[in-house]
């Protein structure tokens, strides 16, 4: 597969691909490890439970589907990462903002913030309905009604079952039951200021740092240094989990979050006091308690391939009842790669070409979109009988 990847030999990605989802669509990714000569041991397990890629921990993603964790070894999505000076926001932010050199419909100088009245994004959707004409009627949390050919959605799915009142003739019912089925992981952090990064102080007795990036199977899981250089003020990330682990912090206020932390911390670092170095109250986010994301990213648990194929596959809307067309699904959680900006894009430009062909729309011959070509690259379709 790593082979086939790079060299993007797509007929034989998804003939290996095919055979594995065929296989082991029904396989959580703690039975494939028990189904391994190397982790036969449970001490073997439990202890590779306890480390990941950024999640504080595999064990997080024990129960779901293993076709989850090989996308994310094929593509190396664990592996060369880098940090965006102002964070990841600036992805969006720049969207939002780029003149793009090469335009043809406008005017040169124009952006996405231009195209908007006063440069801004109009407020949250409340309401979504069909309307006469097969259009998609709008509310907004102003109270302003409008009402469009098409309208492409890339929030957090499960808004249209609570956040958004929708009428049910928006989609098919099963790409409704698809996204009723969705499963989110939560997620957890708290961050504090610190006056300097003083983990890099060096330890008298050992010449080593007194202070290190931490995995461990205590509450915090997942404990980060951040700094700008040595003599600036910095900011550790105490704690960073997943799922039960997130859950379990969910009751507490960030000062009580901190002092929990704080004392793990220190059973593990008995020598480095690190609240004499805070400098500012701490931060958290808990993304199932935030109303407008509630979880952290989609992450499909056994069975689950159909329901993501349904959404994925959305935008190809010939196949639908024509009464069901015309609002198109995008975003991470659509996608294959939930949580990586890249499945956001992907489903983005699906999405617009699905915009496109329903408007009568088409490509040029020589450089044909997503749904020209799907029937070469589709994901492989399981049997549902």
Not at 32 to 59: K, M, N, P, Y
Request: glycine share 8%.
């Amino acid at each position: 597969m790593n082979r086939a990847m790079r060299e993007r030999d797509v007929p034989r990605i998804r003939e290996i691909w095919a055979k594995l989802v065929e296989k082991l669509d029904n396989q959580t990714f703690y039975g494939f490890l028990c189904d391994s000569e190397a982790f036969r041991s449970f001490r073997h397990r439990e202890i590779f439970g306890q480390v990941g890629f950024g999640t504080g921990g595999w064990d997080t993603d024990f129960p779901n589907s293993i076709l989850e964790i090989l996308r994310v070894v094929y593509t190396e999505a664990d592996d060369h990462h880098r940090g965006i000076v102002g964070g990841s926001q600036q992805l969006p932010l720049r969207l939002w903002e780029r003149t793009p050199e090469k335009i043809t419909h406008w005017a040169y100088g124009t952006s996405l913030a231009t195209l908007h009245a006063g440069g801004e994004p109009r407020p949250a959707v409340t309401r979504l309905h069909r309307t006469a004409g097969n259009r998609i009627t709008v509310t907004d949390a102003s109270g302003d009604i409008r009402t469009y050919q098409a309208a492409i959605f890339t929030a957090q799915s499960w808004m249209l079952l609570s956040k958004i009142a929708c009428d049910d003739s928006l989609f098919p019912i099963d790409h409704w039951t698809a996204m009723e089925r969705t499963h989110y992981m939560e997620s957890s952090k708290l961050f504090v200021p610190v006056d300097r990064p003083f983990w890099l102080d060096k330890d008298e007795q050992t010449g080593r740092d007194v202070m290190s990036m931490t995995l461990t199977d205590r509450m915090t899981r997942g404990t980060y240094l951040l700094d700008d250089g040595p003599d600036k003020p910095a900011v550790i990330c105490l704690s960073y989990t997943w799922c039960d682990d997130s859950l379990k912090w969910l009751p507490l206020s960030a000062s009580e979050r901190m002092e929990v932390m704080l004392k793990s911390l220190g059973e593990i670092y008995p020598k480095v006091d690190i609240r004499k170095h805070v400098i500012g109250n701490p931060v958290t986010v808990s993304w199932e308690d935030e109303p407008y994301f509630m979880g952290a990213f989609k992450a499909n648990l056994p069975g689950h391939y159909r329901y993501q194929r349904r959404l994925f596959t959305h935008f190809m809307q010939d196949r639908l009842p024509e009464g069901k067309r015309g609002i198109f699904l995008a975003g991470d959680d659509i996608s294959w790669t939930a949580g990586w900006a890249e499945g956001a894009v992907q489903t983005a430009l699906n999405a617009v070409w699905g915009v496109m062909h329903h408007l009568g729309g088409a490509t040029d011959a020589t450089n044909p979109g997503p749904g020209d070509v799907f029937d070469e690259i589709a994901p492989v379709e399981l049997p549902e009988d």
